[in-house]
């Protein structure tokens, strides 16, 4: 998984292949993305938005 940062400065999720992650089923940290009150476990059709934070606690890297 990597992230790109949208134009508020949020982390877009995508699964190495380069699809939206729409969840993060592997992450030992509870986090929920930007706006949701359902953590990142649960799907989320129009894809998983994190803080920058959130996205590097769980070890996303930003892609280059």
Do not use: W
Request: glycine residues 8%.
């Amino acid at each position: 998984m990597f992230y790109r940062k949208n134009s508020v400065g949020n982390a877009v999720i995508f699964e190495n292949d380069g699809s939206v992650a729409t969840r993060i089923m592997q992450s030992k940290h509870c986090v929920y993305p930007v706006g949701s009150n359902m953590s990142t476990k649960y799907e989320h059709p129009v894809g998983v938005v994190l803080s920058v934070e959130d996205a590097q606690k769980l070890g996303i890297l930003e892609e280059n």
